[in-house]
């Protein structure tokens, strides 16, 4: 289960290895987008939030 997530998803993308669930959020509520990673195996969210985007990101790939 993959929790601490309530903001809109604009795409998913899992890491070539499986391992990692990245989620393109927001922007919502006046905050921008920003990339959201997990990992998988426990559902936890990674303290990596890869930010300074200001506008929505709708697309992005997850490479090795």
């Not at 987008?33 to 790939?61: A, D």
């Amino acid at each position: 289960e993959i929790s601490s997530h309530a903001d809109f998803t604009f795409d998913l993308d899992f890491s070539p290895d499986g391992e990692r669930l990245a989620a393109a959020v927001g922007p919502w509520n006046g905050l921008p987008g920003s990339i959201k990673i997990w990992n998988v195996k426990t559902g936890e969210q990674l303290p990596i939030q890869m930010i300074g985007h200001t506008g929505r990101i709708s697309n992005f790939c997850l490479q090795p």
